[in-house]
């Protein structure tokens, strides 16, 4: 395994697109042209059942391991404006297509960053045509140990969320003291239990694996310690170093603090073992459920979809992005919204999409989107009916066939068990705008 991580453990895309972001071609996409993917995905598809991502992006401090974008301030005077640039945003779709949320995720920053009294506001707004009809909506919201109050779970209860994911990252504090997040398991356990009380039914921690000063004694206590509380859902996400990406946010240690490649998957490996002993099961590259979990009885009904929010249980074909930085994914197209707080909610509450780059697909975009997502939802895909293509992609995997990782036959390409911890670069083996003569390739974080 070793030997096999040295040779596979390169720069590599995530995969939560194809193509990737770096990869779009439409730099800057014209609004209309974006508009009207939409258009040509309700008259494809026939529904109009709707996911929508709110990026709500204020911290009140820096978190040195995170890769998201995020707007660092104490001052909650922020919290109005920036909800009416969303709503304004969200005007703009609601005022040309009638269009019905049934999966609905607050991300971040924090989304509990802001008071319940801004999040009625804005959901109000967004759920109001919708109310009473509620019940069989998939929404979840990621809730800061620290920041999430009782009122935040209630009030968002209401508006039928119930799923709630905690950040946790690990409870070492020499970690947390080298990443800048705090929080005690106490803080957490109180959290989790009022979700469960009220009436969350899924709920989720994440962990992260491969931060500085992380070691398997200090790692292998946070996995006891969530076993304890037993959360419905773990993410156990890899650690991206890109601080040539995100700045000094990711500068906050050294890179001898870093656990090295084999150090950072036996961080996982170990993880995976105390989670499959304890009754969890893996699903795709990073998560893990408990048997009764919607995310579980997916992976078996073999209905498990990956979007830009991660693993989720439902397939919609239209994903609206709201707020700075958010993506938009109309099946047809990707759209990205402005980055910079500021000229976003200039742009929204000039009643303009904020969009700033974006990417038509092509027939053949299509074809290896859905290549891919199947590898990461079910370890499986057929390889394409174009014989050029599928040539071209054969000797891209010819190397990890070769080690034993994955299996071809009859026009289907299978990750074997030994083959799992290296699926991205399975996909890797499909992606058509990738240079596969360069391996050294800053734009992307390390596979393992």
């Not at 500068?251 to 009754?279: I, M, T």
Request: proline share 4%.
């Amino acid at each position: 395994m070793n030997t096999l991580i040295e040779k596979y453990n390169i720069p590599c895309p995530r995969y939560t697109s194809y193509p990737t972001v770096p990869n779009w071609k439409q730099i800057p996409m014209g609004e209309e042209e974006w508009l009207q993917s939409v258009r040509q995905n309700l008259a494809h598809f026939k529904q109009n059942k709707t996911a929508v991502y709110i990026h709500l992006p204020f911290c009140e401090s820096m978190c040195t391991f995170c890769g998201c974008h995020k707007r660092i301030t104490k001052n909650h005077g922020v919290e109005g404006g920036y909800v009416d640039a969303l709503l304004n945003e969200w005007q703009i779709y609601s005022d040309q297509f009638l269009l019905h949320i049934d999966d609905l995720h607050l991300g971040g920053g924090t989304p509990t960053f802001f008071s319940m009294e801004q999040l009625d506001r804005l959901l109000g707004k967004i759920l109001g045509k919708q109310k009473g009809q509620l019940d069989d909506c998939n929404f979840s919201f990621e809730g800061h140990p620290n920041h999430t109050k009782k009122e935040h779970l209630e009030g968002l209860y209401k508006w039928g969320f119930r799923r709630v994911s905690f950040g946790i990252q690990d409870y070492d504090q020499t970690v947390q003291k080298a990443i800048h997040r705090f929080q005690s398991f106490e803080q957490v356990q109180q959290v989790h239990e009022l979700a469960k009380k009220i009436g969350y039914k899924s709920i989720s921690h994440d962990l992260v694996y491969g931060l500085p000063k992380q070691n398997w004694q200090g790692f292998k206590r946070s996995i006891e310690l969530t076993l304890q509380l037993r959360p419905d859902r773990v993410s156990l996400y890899s650690y991206a170093h890109v601080p040539w990406i995100k700045g000094n946010g990711q500068r906050g240690f050294d890179e001898s603090d870093l656990p090295d490649n084999h150090e950072k998957r036996a961080l996982y490996e170990g993880a995976r073992e105390l989670f499959l002993d304890a009754g969890y099961i893996e699903i795709g590259m990073d998560h893990f459920a408990l048997p009764h979990d919607d995310l579980a009885i997916a992976l078996k009904n073999k209905s498990l979809h990956r979007n830009f929010m991660g693993y989720t249980v439902q397939e919609n074909n239209l994903l609206i992005g709201l707020g700075a930085s958010s993506i938009s994914d109309s099946y047809f197209a990707f759209a990205q919204n402005e980055k910079k707080v500021e000229t976003y909610q200039e742009l929204a509450l000039q009643g303009q999409v904020p969009i700033v780059k974006g990417h038509l697909l092509s027939a053949q975009d299509q074809q290896i989107r859905r290549n891919i997502l199947d590898l990461m939802c079910q370890y499986e895909s057929e390889l394409p009916s174009d014989p050029e293509l599928t040539a071209n992609i054969r000797k891209q995997l010819e190397e990890l066939k070769e080690d034993g990782l994955i299996l071809i036959e009859d026009g289907k390409v299978r990750v074997l068990e030994e083959g799992e911890a290296f699926v991205r670069n399975v996909c890797r083996a499909f992606d058509q705008y990738i240079d596969h003569s360069q391996i050294d390739n800053q734009t992307y974080s390390k596979a393992i």
